[in-house]
T-cell receptor, first 117, second 111 residues
Framework: GAVVSQHPSWVICKSGTSVKIECRSL??????MFWYRQFPKQSLMLMAT?????????EQGVEKDKFLINHASLTLSTLTVTSAHPEDSSFYIC?????????????FGEGSRLTVL | QKEVEQDPGPLSVPEGAIVSLNCTYS??????FMWYRQYSRKGPELLMY????GNKEDGRFTAQVDKSSKYISLFIRDSQPSDSATYLC???????????FGKGTKLTVNP
């Protein structure tokens, strides 16, 4: 099946620094990728939709200047958490949809655990 | 009312039991229904994907959709300790990329 790789799987950083998380589709092309965050005991929350070659679409309440998303190629999207603060500590997950299918089937990365000290 | 409601559990069952997981929804425009399994500290993995009302079976797993009642279920037969995970339902409108997730139900299967 299709594989989505997410890196790093965990990261610890100091408050005020920026952290970049990568999401790669390893064996397929993904025009669209999605970024979620998950707090303990809560559902996945869609943060933004990342479209190759264009600006990301952010969900209401998500600060686009804080969570920078770049989808420069059909296999890579990056999420940069700028000036991270402890409240940004969370589990971030990406998913990708096969370009040639529009059936809602998504393939998820393993997630990245961010801890901001 | 939330678009998707899912009882968060937790649910604890003995090995070999039949497990029933459920979600209800309010948006009649949802056309695609999915169940994901998420192990601790991992991303969700797609278990079942259904479109129409009715049952879909895959091994020990059966997904059931009742659009008239806006109710979906996932049944796990002969449950195993390795089934212990959080199960998320998700739904999608036709023509939309956005998935709406339930909160997830944490399942523990005891040996």
């Amino acid at each position: 099946g299709a594989v989505v790789s997410q890196h790093p799987s965990w990261v610890i950083c100091k408050s005020g620094t920026s952290v970049k998380i990568e999401c790669r589709s390893l064996d397929f092309q993904a025009t669209t990728m999605f970024w979620y965050r998950q707090f303990p005991k809560q559902s996945l929350m869609l943060m933004a939709t990342s479209n190759e070659g264009s600006k990301a679409t952010y969900e209401q309440g998500v600060e686009k200047d804080k969570f920078l998303i770049n989808h420069a190629s059909l296999t890579l999207s990056t999420l940069t958490v700028t000036s991270a603060h402890p409240e940004d500590s969370s589990f971030y997950i990406c998913s990708a949809e096969l370009t040639d299918r529009n059936t809602g089937e998504l393939f998820f990365g393993e997630g990245s655990r961010l801890t901001v000290l | 009312q939330k678009e998707v409601e899912q009882d968060p559990g937790p649910l604890s069952v003995p090995e070999g039991a039949i497990v029933s997981l459920n979600c209800t929804y309010s948006n009649s425009a949802f056309q695609y229904f999915m169940w994901y399994r998420q192990y601790s500290r991992k991303g969700p993995e797609l278990l079942m994907y259904t479109y129409s009302s009715g049952n879909k079976e895959d091994g020990r797993f059966t997904a059931q959709v009742d659009k008239s009642s806006k109710y979906i279920s996932l049944f796990i037969r002969d449950s195993q300790p390795s089934d212990s995970a959080t199960y998320l339902c998700a739904m999608q409108q036709g023509g939309s990329e956005k998935l709406v997730f339930g909160k997830g139900t944490k399942l523990t299967v005891n040996p």
